[in-house]
């Protein structure tokens, strides 16, 4: 079709765009503005391997893009740069391998090995892995990035192996890092693995929005043609963002989808206008995919909030919510959890940002909760119907509640 030759011709010559990869959040490019302090943390902590010792084992906390895993990333790239061979790396991401048997068989592959994808035990994978690693007669740096998925999910006991594997390697060494946006994580570690993980801890704070300003420029010169972008496109990415905690991949993804929506428009200048479509297009996503990560009686209760400001009134209490939700089991042929624990989910949901929730004075009759939505209906409704078990049942209760 002449068409499509037309769209892929204008691909193969955008008008917007040189290399749109440079805009990628997983991009690590040769400078990492901001984080100096960082790196030359991570660098001290690391530096060891070079001369043949083990490095410490290294914590890394801070919210969402924040620079953590590019960091990490750019110290390691240049330690193993300089290493010549002496030390390897493995990088893991654990939101994706978030099983210990899956964590080892991952370690497995990062030395050329392999493992079935089931069948063994864990402690047979683990007893393959330390072999294999001794075998190689080097210092290997492993990373752990989204750790708190795997804990959540499988416990913690991959990593107390791997934070005690020396003691049983006679020619290679062992180092950890692990990177995780949940500041409360370690809450849920066994104390001896707390201790062992903890040796060195670096924290990463927000980027402000003039720094996020400085790393969209220095990444745009590089991924953008001269004169693509009208002037208050950056600075608006990097207000957004900075209102954001300060989230570096947000910035990025507005400046790349505002980028990527002027490009599909036949446009020769990004402007504001497409920044503002591509925060809108973001949002909705970024709900969707909560919403489709939540356990059932979450999405129960959100659906019950959903039904509560559709057909009542836009703000209800928590005694209210909970009627609705025990209404909303009842059509779907499930139990109820306790009020106290719809309560739980409430609070659960306004952290995220699903809801608002706010304490209000009852005067005699005590304090509530007011709860209305924070994200659109369009979006909760969509992430909604991505269940199956509540897409076949989800108009048909609609309809009840109308």
Known sequence: MSILNEIFEKALHSRIFINRELLLPDYVPD???HRD?????LGKILAPSLAGYRPS????????????TAVTKYVLRKLIEKAKGKVISAYINCRNSDTNYRVLADLIFSLGKSVPFTGLSTAEVFSRFKNYLDSKRKIMIV?????????????????????????????????????????????????RVKSSLGEEELVFPPYTGKELEDILRIRAEKALRKDALAPGVIPLCAAIAAKQNGDCRLALDLLLKAAEMAEREDANIVTERHVRLAQREIEKNLV???????????????????????????????GEIFNVYKDVCRKMGVDPVTQRRVSEIISEL?????????????????????IKLAASKTSILEGLKSDRELYDILEHIIEEFK
């Open 31 to 33: 400078e990492l503005p």
């Open 37 to 41: 302090k960082q790196i030359v943390q």
């Open 57 to 68: 084992n290294v914590f890394i906390y801070g919210l969402t893009g924040t620079g953590k």
């Open 143 to 191: 990373v752990l990035d989204e750790i708190d998925y795997l804990v959540k999910k499988s416990g913690d006991g991959v990593l107390y192996h791997l934070t005690r594997i020396n003691s049983c390697l006679k020619h290679s060494k062992l180092s950890l890092i692990g990177i995780t946006n949940d500041l409360k994580f370690t809450e849920y570690l066994d104390p």
């Open 288 to 318: 969707i995919d909560v919403i489709i990560s939540m356990p059932l009686h979450v999405k129960l209760v959100l659906l019950a909030i959903y039904l509560a400001e559709a057909f009542n009134t836009p703000e209800q209490t928590t």
């Open 350 to 370: 306004d952290m995220l940002g699903l809801i608002n929730a706010k304490v209000v004075s009852m005067g005699r009759y005590g304090r509530t909760k007011k």
